[in-house]
């Protein structure tokens, strides 16, 4: 198949790429300039954007005086939970609604789908009920266990595709070995299918960071509060002290980043490379 580009359409394609790249950067490279820059250079005119004489004062200060180091670990419990909890039940589910032959799989396949058209907000209140009968208001597995189950949807349909792309000559070659089908599914299917493993880990590890609203409404202590509630508290205590404000918005931030340059590599991965050959 020709190339549908040629060399100048090529060189064209990764400066516009890269021209916005760095636009989408530029917010957060400016964060990183201000937490590192000394007080009050925020308001110099004009403001630098490379400190002259860098410091991490600022870092110190919120994690250790300001409280971020609980906040922080707060919300490291609830995403790692989160997307152990996720990833862990929406892979046995996709195995099964994929290579598992059973009356209703289809239905109960268009059932998870169907959660997605619920929006989470809208069922809030009756999950805030149902974590306080159960004595899990004010508690981090209160914020846990209803969001794994709300991005259920999303990974047990990423899931259930990549067992279903599979070949079925894997299992028919473990069941000729004399393979149970527990052991089809961990030492066969399950190593071929980390690339959508570690994207769900992505995706659900990002969206449970990110999460304020439901970890506002069940938690009620501050130092159980998550990095998000923390933020928000700082912007608010720390009025004008930009400096501050943007280290822990850069010590927010870098979890998620960390993850995905740690996870990326499966995206593209060959994960049936040679799952057929000889």
């Known amino acids: 198949m020709r190339n549908q580009f040629t060399l100048p359409g090529r060189v064209c394609v990764v400066i516009t790429m890269a021209l916005l790249s760095a636009l989408m950067l530029l917010p957060l490279f400016w964060l990183l300039s201000v937490s590192i820059q000394r007080s009050g250079d ?74 997605m058209l619920v929006p989470f907000p809208s069922i809030m209140l009756s999950l805030f009920v149902v974590a306080k009968n159960l004595g899990l208001y004010g508690s981090l597995v209160g914020v846990v266990a209803p969001l794994a189950a709300a991005y259920a949807w999303l990974t047990v349909y990423i899931m259930k595709e990549a067992f279903a792309a599979l070949p079925v000559e894997l299992e028919e070659a473990a069941h000729l070995d004399g393979c149970s089908p527990l052991t ?58 930009w400096h501050n404000i943007a280290a822990v918005a850069i010590l927010a931030s870098a979890p998620t980043i960390t993850v995905f340059l740690l996870l990326q590599r499966y995206f593209f991965s060959g994960h049936l490379t040679g799952a057929t050959k000889g």
Not at 72 to 92: D, E, K, P, Q, Y
Not at 199 to 223: D, G, N, Y
């Open 184 to 241: 089809t599914f961990l030492h066969v299917m399950l190593p071929l299918v980390k690339a959508p493993m570690a994207t769900s880990a992505i995706l659900v590890f990002t969206l449970t960071w990110s999460e304020f609203l439901w970890p506002l409404l069940v938690l009620r202590l501050p130092e159980d509060f998550t990095i998000t509630i923390g933020l928000q508290y700082f912007m608010s205590a720390l009025t004008g002290n």
């Open 42 to 115: 925020v308001f110099a005119v004009p403001p630098p954007i490379l400190p002259s004489d860098p410091t991490f004062d600022h870092y110190a200060y919120v994690w250790s005086a300001g409280g971020v180091q609980g906040f922080f670990l707060n919300s490291v419990i609830v995403a790692v939970g989160t997307v152990v909890g996720n990833v862990g039940c929406a892979t046995l589910a996709g195995f099964a609604l994929a290579r598992l032959p059973f009356r209703g799989r289809q239905a109960a396949f268009g059932t998870v789908l169907a959660t």
